[in-house]
Nanobody, 125 residues
């Protein structure tokens, strides 16, 4: 399973960015997809996720400013980030919780987390 993230970059405070992440590979089940971020010197933290049933969870710090959505047919999740603040600057990591098919049998592996490569978001004040 691979997660490929796009978007990110440099934006002024108050501006907007969109991140996208597409999952590919021997995916059997997607329970949820979402985004985490890690600022320099800080621990990785949840930003938002969306479940396979469409339920969403947001970190308190981004509620009302960020919106997560998905396109199930494309196995893609989007994060629309508005009213960006300098404290939103971080490396954003796409995450998927799901299950993978075996390449050699009908077996499906237990659920686990999969991670994308990370994309940098920089917010200038």
């Amino acid at each position: 399973v691979q997660l490929q993230a796009f978007g990110g970059g440099l934006v002024q405070a108050g501006g907007s960015l969109r991140l996208s992440c597409t999952a590919s590979g021997r995916i059997a089940v997607i329970n949820r997809m979402g985004w985490y971020r890690q600022a320099l010197g800080k621990q990785r933290e949840l930003v938002a996720y969306i479940t396979s049933t469409g339920s969403t969870v947001y970190a308190d710090s981004v509620k009302g400013r960020f919106t997560i959505s998905e396109d199930n047919t494309k196995k893609t999740v989007y994060l629309y980030m508005n009213s960006l603040k300098p404290e939103d600057a971080a490396v954003y990591y796409c995450n998927m919780e799901g299950r993978q098919h075996s390449a050699y049998s009908d077996m499906v592996f237990p659920k686990r987390d999969y991670w994308g490569q990370g994309t940098q978001v920089t917010v200038s004040s």
